[in-house]
């Protein structure tokens, strides 16, 4: 059965520190995996989009890393901001599934002051 | 563009009543999606439509809900009768491109409450 797992479930930081999210998936065949920020209240937003070819992927303060052959990602976040506070949600998708694609439920991260 | 719209954004029903959700895709894109969010179970794909046609609808719960594509810019889904399990915030998404490569562009929500 495909899964995503993430961890932690839930994290706090200082504002200015780094984090990073982790992402575990047992879909196959791999097509792409991507990760989401999504704000309360509000819709998912992609960050990242990767494929099994790259293994490294930044957009802005955003670093996203894929290990196809440990089936691992990370999601890095540099020199947070308030308003990086959010819901982080790794999505992976299978070749040949359609466009169904395999939720994570999400890396909460709440950044304090 | 305005982005994917979806309407309502709120709305609170008695169980056994009907509830229509409605979503207008980004214009161009070819897919469109319905997806239910709850903290238990995270984002899941209830149905979804290629060229207004229903490719997959494995994902919806029972024969109280449907979804239709009228067209390329216009899609509802229904729940009839609603119960209060079906409370959830749904989701509207659309892509355009390549099957399982393009970006998926998600609307705000619509938050149902069934009591």
């Known amino acids: 059965k495909n899964q995503v797992e993430q961890s932690p479930q839930s994290l706090i930081i200082l504002e200015g520190k780094n984090c990073t999210l982790q992402c575990n998936y047992t879909v196959s065949p791999f097509s792409n995996l991507r990760w989401y920020k999504q704000d309360t209240g509000r819709g998912p937003v992609s960050l990242t989009i990767m494929t099994f070819s790259e293994n490294t992927k930044s957009n802005g303060r955003y670093t996203a890393t894929l290990d196809a052959d440990t089936k691992q990602s990370s999601l890095h976040i540099t020199a947070s901001q308030l308003s990086d506070s959010a819901s982080y949600i790794c999505v992976v998708s299978a070749r040949g599934s359609g466009d169904k694609l395999t939720f994570g439920t999400g890396t909460r991260l709440a950044v304090r002051p | 563009d305005a982005g994917v719209i979806q309407s309502p954004r709120h709305e609170v029903t008695e169980m056994g009543q009907e509830v229509t959700l409605r979503c207008k895709p980004i214009?161009?894109?070819?897919?469109l999606f319905w997806y239910r969010q709850t903290m238990m179970r995270g984002l899941e794909l209830l149905i979804y439509?290629?060229?207004?046609?229903?490719?997959?609808d494995s994902g919806m719960p029972e024969d109280r809900f449907s979804a239709k594509m009228p067209n390329a810019s216009f899609s509802t889904l229904k729940i009839q009768p609603s119960e209060p399990r079906d409370s959830a915030v749904y989701f509207c998404?659309?892509?355009?491109?390549?099957?399982?490569?393009?970006?998926?562009?998600f609307g705000e929500g619509s938050r149902l409450t069934v009591l």
């Open positions: 439509f290629n060229n207004n046609v229903p490719i997959d």
């Open positions: 998404a659309s892509r355009w491109g390549q099957e399982n490569t393009g970006e998926l562009f």
């Open positions: 214009s161009g894109h070819n897919s």
